[in-house]
């Protein structure tokens, strides 16, 4: 349905973030997938966070795999140059981007066919090579485009539409994450806007790799009683362990919490993460304490969500290469050509 | 000794060094070569290497030739013999008349040798334990103590050598001394204890001239350096490693700002070839100039990138070092067996760009261009070269470049252009040369952005499964295809003295060869003009070549003969007229080999006169 223009035109009194733009400069082409997918809401998330932040829209660099989830950043961020690249491998050419010009945002969209299958090993080493991005899997346990085969995040188990049990052992991109050195973790809904939205946003103001797995319920295959992704079986075994607020040029005094219920963590740029605890002793500095629960909460087959590991310090890609401030792609022959001199002295060093 | 006469021969013979890998014997060998040019004398030495790191036999010639010859020759005229492991088949390779340098400490049966060579002994292992405790130690020096001993044997200038050992040892004084000691063990053993010189002879010249000797994989790296590369994305696999080696090596050196000390460029090593690939195209689709460098598994696995590169338009320079295969094939081995590969490469319609270097100094110059054709194409260029270009040290011309060159960054759409109301489509052909314009991400608020994806769509980038739609955009890129034919670096042709109806075709590595090849032709009585291609897509001329001779030899280092094949297809050829000439044992092609083949073919075309042939 791409091909139906949106109307362009809104009502005047919209409201406008800080730099002017409404709701609607966010926004990207109408969704071409089924009605109700939760797809749909987690790019009605991202447009909600990047309006919260007031990011500029063009400064955005989206890009993704192939897959219904891959599709999506058509349907947002118009303004914002978009790369549905190859099946599985979003990671090796945000990071190619990213090494370009280390002035964008880059926003990773992915499936869980494509992070956890074909593409598992561009995941694994994007993450481990603290590239500054947000990766964002949408994860719905089954291939959607070609008709409902289980995907790798799929629970051993739980049934297909068709009444196929699951045999094989689910990957858990977290849990991989976790392992793999990301720095900013994080597990939501894409039923639960309130705290799906301020984890992307402070993903986005975290420099580093920051990923997170949304549970995606796929309404046309994969929302059946059996299977552990359906809305309703994600709504009864969601563990929350913390929601938050983004504070970004904000008092957070301002911000009224009840005492000793808030903590808050101040990120890289200075921007505030108020996190409001419900698990009490979760401890989201604590990385290996994080796996650790993560694994108790998955044997009892709880889906635990909510921002579960950040290091507000982390370095990325570019301190550990030693890279010039400058985007590499403005750099022209006068600061990348030694020149002629220096090439006759190479060659007399050859003779 | 029988009655084959010693070969005689000053500044024109072949020696090859038969080591053990891992012995440190290369740099010796290398410096072997180094002092000959010293001489003035011109040289062109190939490693010989199995896919291995230590133990196993390597071996080092070093051709030697005042006529500046340097394809291989084919053949031993001396064969310093260091690896117990391979003597039978050293011993027998080497020519009649030639001569056997080896380690005499322990006796060897007479068995062992031939009577129509000359067998020089010294003992290496004696002198070495003499001189040296320490293991490591003697097993260095035994190698320069060879090169003394050869230094003598072949009357080469001792200061000329001492000169290259304080180069390389500048600063290390104590390295230095007691490298030219053991120089001089070797040397004065030989003097006092063998007839010196011997009949190969190396005498001062000066065919060497301002000529550099380089790898071509450090000159392709240097020429990405220059060629304004900031982004090089690589997975290891021979014979190409060296080539990101030496690209981080030179970056080191001339690519940090001075005050800050950062870096002007990003080095990753990918976790495989998918991801150096898929680095590569988003830096491009980013606007930086990007590369990976591989072999030929390398491409196989790169290829669903480079049909993204072709569709969607993104610049891309992959640098294909080919080895022999296919598979795993042989991966210290030389092929040019990637033509069709790379031409053709991923599923559905493709063509891309190849270019081939014959020497280090085009490795060079095409690296650089490499960057422009990528980006005004917008799409991959492929530098072909091969392990015998890439891993050797070759004699060439200096590295050139002109200050006053721009780089050419291609149709890129800015803000102010966009500002100015010229219209944006990602797709669409406003030259009529098959090239449209593209926005880096992150250049305008409001114009100016658009989804790049490798499904199909319109003009201006929008989603479209229409037939009609597709085929427009697929047209436009054979279009931008043959604009590419006049960008690409042009073939060079050379003709015989007298017309002729033969003409051969060539390309890369083979070069050398070719060139000698052509002398002894001539020597036979057989002239033919000579087409060096360059590029494809191919030019013109090449039509026109074809056409002017009734038959055309494509001589090439793969079995299939596939450089012939790309020009039937390309040209619509009659394949009968292009004779193969193919050479495909993984060693580097000889004049040897081709003026045979050649000269072959050429007597039996040759119809004798009836009436000559019945008087």
Known sequence: MTYIAKPKFHHPGLKKNALGYTHRDYEGKISTLCAGCGHDSITASIIEACYELSIEPHRVAKISGIGCSSKTPDYFLGNSHGFNSVHGRMPSVLTGANLANRDLIYLGVSGDGDSASIGFG????????????????????????????????????????????????????????LQLGATFVARS????????????????????????????????????????????????????????DVLVGRDPLAVDYAPGTVQMVEQHDGSKIALRKIDADYDPHDRLGAQTFLARHAAKGQIVTGLLYVDPDAEDLHEHLNTVETPLNTLEADMLCPGSAVLDKINASLR | MSDKKPISSVNDFVVRFANVNGSGSASANEMFARAILRHGVPVSPRNIFPSNIQGLPTWYEVRVTEDGHLGARGGVDMMVAMNPQTWDKDVAGIEPGGYLFYDSTKPMPSTKFRDDITVIGVPLTAITNSTYTDPRQRQLFKNIIYLGALSALLDMDPKLIEQLIGEQYKGKEKLLSSNVHALHLGRDWALSNLKCPIGLRVRKSDKVGDRIFIEGNSAAALGAVYGGATVCAWYPITPSSSVAEAFTAHCK????????????YAIVQGEDELASIGIVIGASWNGARAFTATSGPGISLMTEFIGLSYFAEIPAVIMNIQRAGPSTGMPTRTQQCDIIACAYASHGD?????????????????????????????????????????????????????????????????A???????????????????????????????????????????????????????????????????TAQDLVPRPLQANAERPTKYGVIYFGSTSPAMDEAIGLLETRGHQLDRLRIRAFPFHSSVASFLAEHDFVYVVEQNRDSQLRQLIVNENGIDPVRLVPIVHYDGTPITARFIAKAIGDHQDHLKVTPLRKAVS
Not at chain 1, 133 to 161: C, H, P, W
Not at chain 2, 460 to 465: F, G, I, L, N, V
């Open chain 2, 350 to 414: 493709t063509k891309h760009v190849l270019l081939f270097p014959e020497d280090p100094a085009e490795a060079f110059e095409f690296a650089a261009a490499a960057f422009d054709l990528a980006e005004r194409l917008q799409t991959t260029i492929f530098l072909m070269l091969d392990l015998d270009i890439g891993m050797n040290h070759r004699l060439c011309r200096p590295l050139k470049w002109d200050d006053a060159k721009q780089y050419d960054r291609g149709k890129v759409m800015t």
């Open chain 2, 253 to 264: 050196k001339y690519r940090h700002d001075p005050e800050t000390g950062k870096a002007k």
């Open chain 2, 416 to 482: 102010e252009m966009l500002d100015e109301g010229r219209d944006f489509g990602r797709y669409l052909d406003v030259d009529g040369d098959g090239i449209p314009y593209r926005t880096y991400p992150g250049t305008h608020p409001t114009k100016g952005s658009y989804f790049t994806r490798g499904t199909s769509r319109d003009r201006y980038a929008r989603y479209s499964e229409e037939g009609s739609v597709y085929a427009d955009n697929m047209q436009r890129l054979v279009r931008k295809f043959e």
């Open chain 1, 122 to 177: 561009q995941f694994a080493h994007s993450i481990r090579r603290g590239v500054n991005m947000t990766y964002i899997v949408e994860n719905n346990g089954v291939y959607g485009l070609t008709k409902g085969q289980f995907s790798a995040t799929a629970d051993r188990g739980s049934k297909s539409k068709k009444g196929v049990t699951n045999t094989d052992n689910a990957i858990d991109l977290v849990a991989m994450a």
């Open chain 1, 189 to 244: 809904f894409s039923g639960d806007k309130s705290q799906l939205v301020p984890l992307i946003a402070a993903a986005i103001r975290h420099k580093g790799a920051s990923f997170i797995d949304v549970i995606s319920p796929c309404i046309a295959f994969n929302n059946h009683a059996g299977s552990t992704k359906s809305f309703d079986y994600v709504r009864e075994h969601n563990d929350a362990v913390n929601r938050l």
